[in-house]
């Protein structure tokens, strides 16, 4: 049976911030994202990431890239992408893959962070498209992780689906399968853990546009840092996601709409949804 993902569900999982807490409270996320040309896949995901309570970011981007990430989000470090030296265990949360392309180094990453790392992880965009094109990697996917593909992305991890619910029928036996998260995106984003899926209830056509996963990727980066669980962290990024671009509805059109607008109202998703019933 599929549940209706709706405010009261949220309310449940959302933690309000203890007064006494500091960034280390939050956890320490790693976002590998972007490349030459696809920084702005880095800037959205990482001011999202930001915007939903993370403690500290890092972001791993080309060195040569560097300067746009650290001028436009002084709040966030920055480390070398080829830097081979890197300790993955030291982060609290790791999200990869929202415009990093598909190239030999970028691949070479992705192994080493999946033989490195034993944690669950965000896995989005191109970093999925890697795995659909070294299935051997899924074995290698640490349990808990959280798959966000869009509906091409898991046909191409999957194979080719016709209707949606029979995708939404495949999403729920791989989850189990691999052990993982699956979230389906798309109009009525599903998630599942392979024994309970809910539907998304928020959001609109306003996001059907580039960069809108990007940031979903960095909300549910912030969620796993700052403690919650894997499934927890899902939900609470569709859910809140969704709901601050139906709030950016109020002053722009569906047409007029940028996920930079969404991201600056995450927080009035959270302001509403941390309200008393
Ligand atoms: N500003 C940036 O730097 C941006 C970088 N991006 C990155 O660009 C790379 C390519 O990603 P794309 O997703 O564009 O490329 P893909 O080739 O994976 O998928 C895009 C195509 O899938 C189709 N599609 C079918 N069903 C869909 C669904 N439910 N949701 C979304 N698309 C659906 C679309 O019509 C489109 O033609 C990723 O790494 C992504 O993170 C994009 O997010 C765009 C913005
Ligand atoms: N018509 C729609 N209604 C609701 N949500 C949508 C709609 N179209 C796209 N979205 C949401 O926008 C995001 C798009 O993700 P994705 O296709 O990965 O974008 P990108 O890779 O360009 O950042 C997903 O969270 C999806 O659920
Ligand atoms: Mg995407």
Redesign the pocket.
Known sequence: MIQKLVQSKIKSILKIRNSDSNKGTFGHALLIVGSKG????AV?SAKACLRSGVGLLTLDVPSKERAIVQISIPEAMVIDRKNKEIDFTFFSAIGI????GITKNTQDILIQLLEEYKQPLVI???AL?IISSNKKLLKKIPKGTILTP????FDRLFGDHIATEERIKSAVKKAKELNCIIVL??HKTVITNGTETFQNTTGNAGLAK??S??ALTGMITAFLASNYTPFESAKLGVYLHGFAADYTLKKQSMESMLITDVIENIGYSFKSCLKSP
């Open positions: 696809k920084m702005g896949a959205i893959g929202s415009g990093i989005d965009a191109d498209n869009h509906t091409k992305e995106k798309g580039g960069g996963g990007d």
